[in-house]
């Protein structure tokens, strides 16, 4: 059984930071890759990035590069996302996932294993 538990989303002003939290229990997630996923309402889920297990092999969309950093603390099972320069388009729910492998696949369906999501919500 594993479990994913979000932390650390709010309301803030555009322009402002939040950083995200995912701590992970249950099986051993340590070698597998994790990464942050968003969904807008009447949206789809996206990626916003991913990470390796040794914390490299690192991803961004687009529209979030240069503002935010993944990162992880493999030893305490946790992973990071520190959101700089918010904008009203970063507004979402925001989860973290756990991939099948150490391999950080892009593609949704390769991550089994899923928090509940954190509100972010950027006012203009």
């Known amino acids: 059984q594993v479990q994913l538990v979000e932390s650390g989303g709010g309301l803030v002003q555009a322009g402002g930071s939040l950083r995200l939290s995912c701590a992970a229990s249950g099986r051993t997630l340590s070698t597998r890759a994790m990464g942050w996923f968003r969904q807008a309402p009447g949206k789809e889920r996206e990626i916003v990035a991913t990470?390796?297990?040794?914390?490299?092999?690192?991803y961004y969309r687009d529209s979030v590069k240069g503002r935010f950093t993944i990162s992880r603390d493999s030893a305490e099972n946790t992973m990071y996302l520190r959101m700089n320069s918010l904008k009203p388009e970063d507004t979402a729910v925001y989860y973290c996932?756990?991939?099948?492998?150490?391999?950080?696949?892009?593609?949704?369906?390769?991550?089994?294993?899923w928090g509940q999501g954190t509100q972010v919500t950027v006012s203009s």
């Open positions: 996932a756990s991939a099948r492998s150490s391999y950080p696949s892009l593609l949704i369906a390769d991550y089994p294993y």
């Open positions: 990470i390796n297990w040794i914390g490299s092999g690192i």
